[in-house]
């Protein structure tokens, strides 16, 4: 067989197994019962009450939150994604509906702030503990340092004894 | 002892803060800027609450609109209610030129026209669907809400809580100057 017909053969044998792997690939699965309730309670829970405004949707029983929980149901059922749902809140309530800011843009600070805040200080704490064991005086010359009196303490000890002395 | 580059950043870290917390106590936690004002308003479809008679965004095309959310249960609705009246005689006359709606929610068709016959209502009333379609599609916190749309359907200004008629008076003129001006 020529080289040009060993490659033919050869793409046409990929190609025929591609197309098999793709006939038996499982389609897009849609959610189960099960998956859509845990959809819809992650998603009320993360929706704040725009009554009560402490609480989640979840928690709150204003007739707003009611509203909301029921329309979050059925763009649950209609199939929609959470990003969408989200979405359609934070277009007419804004960024606040959502009650963990989001990980991009201004709401990204919030997230990285106190981490990169605990590493920056452990950081720091850790420079200035090793500069200290650096710096800390020799142990066996502490010691005689502390006891190294001058000439000048000398005499005034010697002079403040006497007087002491005299006074008895 | 700190070092100059040292000190220096400390004091910014707490410059920074220190600006970060006035303005955090200058802005007021209560007001929150609506998203949609700037935008094009949702597309809405009511029924007058007595007489049946059908309004929509679009039939709105073209004429600058304030448009009320209230509710019978609402305390701070009935200060506002002889404001919105007031808009409404003043303003609202010729349809064409100016319109007052008010949409209520949370309510039923009865205790919502038991209100408006208390507070002698006049302009286009309406009620929302027991899903708050129109209510969720506007963004609502609670009730009263005021709306100032202009000629070209854009929100221009939301007002959350009773309305004063020194916004009203603003507000409407400003809509209606843009209207005349194009």
């Not at chain 1, 040009?4 to 044998?13: I, M």
């Not at chain 1, 897009?28 to 405004?53: H, N, S």
């Not at chain 1, 329309?71 to 059922?77: C, D, F, H, L």
């Not at chain 2, 100032?148 to 507000?171: L, S």
């Amino acid at each position: 067989m020529s080289r040009l017909r060993q490659r033919a053969a050869a793409l046409g044998l990929a190609l025929a197994l591609l197309a098999g792997g793709l006939a038996f690939a499982p389609a897009a699965q849609a959610l189960t019962g099960q998956e859509k309730e845990a959809l819809y309670q992650r998603i009320i829970e993360d929706l704040r009450c725009p009554t009560c405004q402490g609480l989640s949707v979840r928690d709150s029983d204003a007739p707003l939150s009611r509203q909301i929980k029921d329309k979050v149901r059925r763009m649950v059922e209609e199939g929609q994604t959470e990003e969408a749902i989200k979405a359609f809140f934070v277009s007419r309530y804004g960024e606040w509906i959502l009650r963990a800011p989001k990980n991009q843009g201004l709401g990204l600070v919030v997230w990285v702030l106190p981490g990169l805040g605990m590493v920056l200080v452990a950081g720091w704490l850790g420079l200035r503990f090793r500069r200290n064991r650096k710096h800390k005086p020799d142990e066996a010359a502490a010691p005689a340092e502390a006891s190294a009196i001058s000439p000048e303490q000398r005499e005034r000890i010697a002079r403040d004894r006497r007087r002491f002395e005299e006074l008895d | 002892m700190l070092k100059s580059w040292q000190f220096w950043t400390v004091m910014g870290v707490i410059a920074g803060l220190t600006a970060l917390f006035i303005f955090g106590f200058s802005v007021n936690p209560k007001v929150v800027k609506s998203p949609l004002v700037g935008k094009k308003a949702p597309a809405f479809s009511v029924r007058e609450l007595n007489t049946g008679e059908p309004l929509s965004l679009a039939s709105l095309k073209g004429t600058p609109f304030l448009l009320n959310f209230w509710g019978s249960w609402c305390p701070s609705c009935r200060d506002e209610a002889p404001i919105l009246e007031a808009a409404h005689r003043k303003w609202g006359q010729d349809a064409e030129r100016f319109r007052v709606i008010g949409i209520a929610f949370n309510d039923t068709p009865e205790a919502a026209r038991a209100f408006a016959k208390r507070f002698g209502k006049t302009y286009y009333l309406a009620l929302d669907d027991e899903q708050g379609t129109i209510t969720l599609n506007w963004g609502l916190y609670g009730a009263p809400e005021t709306f100032f749309v202009d000629h070209e359907g854009v929100i221009r200004h939301k007002k959350v809580g009773a309305i004063t008629w020194e916004e009203v008076e603003e507000n409407v003129t400003a809509l209606l100057q843009a209207a005349e001006a194009r």
